[in-house]
């Protein structure tokens, strides 16, 4: 991973603004991420918790974070403390001393002293800010903290009495995007966008899915960036499925191949998806797919700027895919009757988009109370309609499967195995919108004058 991109005065801003928002005579805490075992004694690489990582910058696992607003020590941070030969093993350690100096704790103890100081820390405290129910291990050791706490209460020592979703407070915070995040997110689709970039050029007939995401990981890994979710690397029928991540089959000459991969920059994640053909030339009716994707994405993308809400690029996606499958003669009917009776899902069963930040599938909420929440500056969005004809063609009709009534139609098999999705991220901007992913191809032309490049 690259050096931290994010700066220390920026977190200590985030954890001023989260404890301007917290009650008088509060406390929050915040574990990090526990370490998760593969098999045996391998574990996965460790990946930190993205609410403890956005307050602290810190890396490691086995801390706590822990704020009291209006006191000597706002920012305590519990860890690990320094061992010689657990680091000749397992590698450096920051300490409570590098806590401090490095990653701007107020203060910060050896994790081994959690049980030893945390309750008397929530003792006379009114609030618990915590996201309960994420960790239940760690759920039952703050619940006995507090039972300690009650225990004191004939030597006049007050317990907490009120429990307040931390995550809530957090997560509306992580939705708008400061510059630096904004700075850090494009060098993410920068890599991402030429890891996609190299694999239309190297695609040939005959070659695994497996060598095309080896050359998406090279370049990820080149640039000192981590992958923000398995890749899904897809020719054929196999770009018909959604989360396709077997990534083992012969890409097959005169089919497509679906790209959906995304690279992750000091914890903050791109997320690109390009279908292309794999022998370099479309055919007529990928073309007339691929081109009616890629005008209900850019519909889709005209309705992400302030003022429009969250389920408005999804409408516009759905009418011009509609109003294009009717047109090829893929759907039949009068299309505001096929849009409410959702005769598009045969062929296009996600949405268009989700938010994208430090979680591929970012936080934050879409509605506000029964309203979808309204795009604002800083908000990062995908943009990312589809359409998926697998081998049979067959689609159901749904105004008739919601009657119990098994209805299919079946499609010529010249649109079978054809699986086309397109997504690019999105940033809201003051006066509309930056699309973060531009530099990767996608229009017909473009791609097949890349690929023409490594042929």
Same mark, same amino acid.
């Given at each position: 991973m690259l050096a931290r991109a994010i700066s220390a005065a920026t977190f200590a801003q985030r954890r001023r603004a989260l404890m301007d928002q917290m009650g008088p005579n509060s406390i929050a805490l915040l574990p990090?991420?526990?370490?998760?075992?593969?098999?045996?004694?391998? !574990?996965?690489?460790?990946?930190?918790?993205?609410?403890?990582?956005?307050?602290?910058?810190?890396p490691e696992p086995g801390a706590l974070a822990v704020l009291t607003p209006n006191s000597e020590q706002e920012y305590l941070l519990f860890c690990r403390e320094r061992d010689p030969q657990m680091e000749t093993w397992h590698g450096r350690r920051a300490g409570p001393q590098g806590a401090v100096k490095r990653y701007g704790a107020d203060n910060a103890y050896p994790i081994a002293k959690l049980d030893q100081l945390l309750p008397r820390?929530?003792?006379?405290?009114?609030? =618990?800010y915590y996201a309960i129910g994420h960790r239940p291990d760690f759920d039952r050791q703050v619940m006995e903290w507090i039972k300690q706490v009650r225990s004191r209460v004939r030597l006049g020592v007050q317990?907490?009495?009120?429990?307040?979703?931390?995550?809530?407070?957090?997560?509306?915070?992580?939705?708008?995007?400061?510059?630096?995040?904004?700075? =850090?997110?494009?060098?993410?689709?920068?890599?991402?966008?030429?890891?996609?970039?190299?694999?239309?050029? #190297?695609? @040939?007939?005959?070659?695994?899915e497996y060598e095309i995401e080896a050359d998406i990981l090279h370049t990820f890994l080149r640039y000192g960036a981590g992958w923000s979710y398995p890749a899904i690397v897809a020719g054929g029928d196999n770009?018909?499925?959604?989360?396709?991540?077997?990534n083992n089959a012969v890409l097959g000459d005169g089919e497509v191949l679906l790209i959906d991969a995304g690279a992750e920059v000091d914890g903050y994640a791109s997320d690109i998806t390009r279908t292309f053909p794999i022998n370099?030339?479309?055919?007529?009716?990928?073309?007339?797919?691929?081109?009616?994707?890629?005008?209900?994405?850019?519909?889709?993308?005209?309705? =992400?700027?302030?003022?429009?809400?969250?389920?408005?690029?999804?409408?516009?996606?759905?009418?011009?895919?509609?109003?294009?499958?009717v047109t090829l003669g893929l759907l039949h009917g009068e299309v505001d009757a096929l849009i409410t *009776?959702?005769?598009?899902?045969?062929?296009?069963?996600?949405?268009?988009?989700?938010?994208?930040?430090?979680?591929?599938?970012? #936080?934050?909420?879409?509605?506000?109370?029964?309203d979808w929440r309204t795009f604002e500056p800083g908000m990062v969005t995908t943009v990312e309609p589809g359409l998926y004809i697998p081998a049979g063609g067959k689609i159901m009709d749904a105004q008739w499967a919601?009657?119990? #009534?098994?209805?299919?139609?079946?499609?010529?098999?010249?649109?079978? @195995?054809?699986?086309?999705?397109?997504?690019?991220?999105?940033? =809201?901007?003051? *006066?509309?919108? !930056?699309?973060?992913?531009?530099?990767?191809?996608?229009? #017909?032309?473009?791609?097949?004058a890349l690929m023409r490049e490594g042929r």
């Open positions: 990090a991420a526990p370490p998760a075992n593969r098999n045996s004694d391998v !574990e996965y690489p460790y990946r930190q918790n993205s609410d403890f990582y956005y307050l602290t910058g810190f820390l929530l003792e006379n405290r009114e609030q =618990v317990a907490p009495t009120t429990f307040i979703a931390l995550d809530r407070l957090l997560h509306d915070m992580r939705l708008h995007k400061d510059p630096e995040e904004v700075a =850090v997110m494009r060098e993410s689709a920068r890599i991402a966008v030429e890891a996609h970039c190299r694999a239309m050029r #190297v695609c @040939r007939p005959g070659m695994m770009s018909c499925i959604l989360h396709y991540t077997e370099g030339r479309f055919s007529a009716e990928q073309r007339a797919i691929y081109e009616l994707v890629l005008a209900a994405q850019q519909a889709a993308i005209a309705k =992400v700027r302030p003022g429009c809400h969250f389920n408005e690029p999804h409408d516009a996606a759905v009418r011009t895919l509609t109003e294009g499958l *009776d959702e005769q598009y899902k045969a062929l296009y069963m996600h949405r268009t988009g989700h938010w994208l930040g430090m979680d591929v599938h970012d #936080v934050g909420d879409y509605k506000s109370g029964s919601r009657l119990g #009534v098994h209805l299919e139609t079946e499609l010529d098999e010249r649109w079978w @195995r054809i699986g086309v999705r397109i997504e690019d991220d999105v940033l =809201v901007t003051a *006066d509309g919108h !930056e699309v973060l992913t531009e530099a990767a191809p996608k229009t #017909v032309d473009d791609i097949e």
